[in-house]
């Protein structure tokens, strides 16, 4: 990615102290949702609001000045929440490409002032020093306490990044309903948007082909898209989550971008802001000048917190 993966703030369990790498290692998959890989991850500390960052490691032949680069991705959200401390995981199995991104890491926050508590190295079954060489030591987090907590929780940690953004892969049969319907569904007005939206909230529904139809054909247009994205508020953001992923998973391409990006929006505004991310890849492949798209990419990217939303269209 261009960006930094900004999933939407959020701090460990509450209660939870990492004692050691392995509670770690434990407890990042669970922040971001899936199983990290050939990234690195950043947790912050001493903010006002702690946040949390993925970000794709540098292929192993990039320039210095690309490493660099994406260092300052992380960096610059660090500094702008005047964050005094980070820990840094980076997922690799290629030690020397995890060593010289960690190091240039470790360089760039500590020019900004931001001390790196620590910088670890995993593979899924050894974990390092981030920055130096050895043996490693083997770990399984798959019975750790954060992880079986989460489980009782109800929270789901897919087993990658491609395994969450499936989870919008398109219903075909689904999708095929509602292009038949598109050919003679006018769009719903905004009363009708709102009724539409606040009925399947209530009862648990999901909209059938001609209501889908009808509701993309509106949130085409950005006046009446805003009603369905303002109308959310942080206490109902995951029913809206369920809602409009069934929608993304039954709207042709053609009619995509608006319904995503409404999702992208409900994801940040319920704290999944890798799913958030998903949503945006959808909205931004096939208008990447999308409006609504591109603003939940910058709430994502500047790490602004789901509280700090206060309706009428804009952030505190």
Not at 223 to 247: E, F, G, I, N
Request: glycine share 8%; hydrophobic share 45%.
């Amino acid at each position: 990615m261009t960006f930094p993966e900004m999933p939407s703030p959020s701090a460990p369990p509450h209660g939870f102290v990492a004692r050691d790498p392995a509670d770690v290692l434990a407890v990042v998959p669970v922040l971001l949702g899936f199983e990290p890989e050939d990234c690195v991850v950043m947790l912050t500390f001493g903010a006002e609001h702690q946040f949390h960052a993925r970000l794709d490691l540098p292929p192993a032949d990039a320039s210095d000045a690309r490493v660099a680069e994406l260092a300052g991705l992380l960096v610059e959200p660090a500094v702008r929440h005047h964050v005094s401390g980070v820990l840094l995981v980076v997922y690799s199995d290629e030690a020397e490409r995890a060593r010289r991104s960690a190091r240039c890491l470790v360089d760039a926050f500590s020019a900004a002032g931001i001390t790196v508590l620590r910088a670890i190295r995993a593979d899924g079954e050894r974990h390092w020093p981030a920055t130096g060489p050895g043996e490693g030591t083997a770990y399984d987090v798959s019975a750790h306490p954060v992880r079986v907590q989460a489980v009782l929780d109800g929270h789901v940690t897919r087993r990658s990044r491609a395994d969450l953004a499936a989870t919008l892969d398109p219903d075909g049969r689904g999708r095929a309903d509602v292009a038949r319907a598109l050919d003679h569904r006018p769009a719903l007005t905004a009363d009708e948007v709102s009724t539409l939206l606040l009925s399947c909230l209530a009862t648990g529904s999901v909209p059938g082909p001609h209501e889908v139809a009808g509701l993309v054909r509106a949130v085409a247009d950005p006046v009446v898209r805003d009603v369905a994205w303002l109308m959310m508020t942080r206490q109902d953001a995951d029913r809206h989550v369920v809602l409009w992923s069934d929608v993304v998973r039954r709207t042709p391409d053609e009619w995509l971008p608006g319904a995503a990006a409404v999702l992208g929006f409900a994801a940040w505004l319920s704290g999944s802001g890798a799913l958030a991310w998903c949503a945006l890849d959808r909205c931004l492949s096939v208008d990447p000048d999308h409006i609504l798209g591109g603003y939940v990419a910058q709430l994502l990217e500047r790490a602004v917190p789901p509280h700090a939303w206060a309706g009428a269209g804009r952030p505190a």
